[in-house]
């Protein structure tokens, strides 16, 4: 994926399908650190997928032979310095946290996150999206 905003994209279409009524996203730079986190109620995940998350060649959609989204996630930071993880919600939900170095010359362009916003609530009316864009000093976009 070229951008950050289409990892955006595509987790919260994760969590969609996962039954989410809430996502949130989150941008925040602190320091030399840019870090991305997706917060969804979905149905959660379980340990087997879990364990399997960022297997390129392990996916729960029927019909297709792979999971790329998160693995591309994962590969992204780890190729700009950072890493990912995932995070079991309780009672039900999953977090995905995403760190990235700014100084990396492999960190991807954020690229257009707004528009992304506006894509996903104007495709899912049904679902509460909310995004902020935090940066080191407090401020929020």
Do not use: C, W
Request: aromatic share 4%; no cysteine; charged share 30%.
């Amino acid at each position: 994926m070229e951008d950050l905003s289409l990892h955006v994209m595509d987790i919260a279409e994760n969590s969609l399908r996962a039954g989410a009524q809430n996502i949130e996203i989150k941008l925040i730079e602190d320091n030399n650190r840019l870090v991305l986190e997706i917060k969804d109620d979905g149905r959660g995940i379980d340990e087997g997928l879990l364990k399997n998350a960022v297997n390129p060649f392990y996916t729960t959609k029927e019909g297709k032979k792979f999971g790329l989204g998160l693995s591309l996630l994962s590969q992204a930071a780890d190729e700009a310095g950072g890493s990912m993880r995932i995070v079991k919600r309780k009672p039900k939900g999953t977090l995905i946290i995403a760190s990235f170095n700014q100084d990396n010359v492999d960190i991807k362009p954020i690229g257009n996150i707004n528009r992304t916003m506006r894509v996903l609530k104007a495709s899912h009316p049904e679902v509460k999206f909310s995004f902020k864009h935090i940066i080191k000093n407090g401020e929020s976009k």
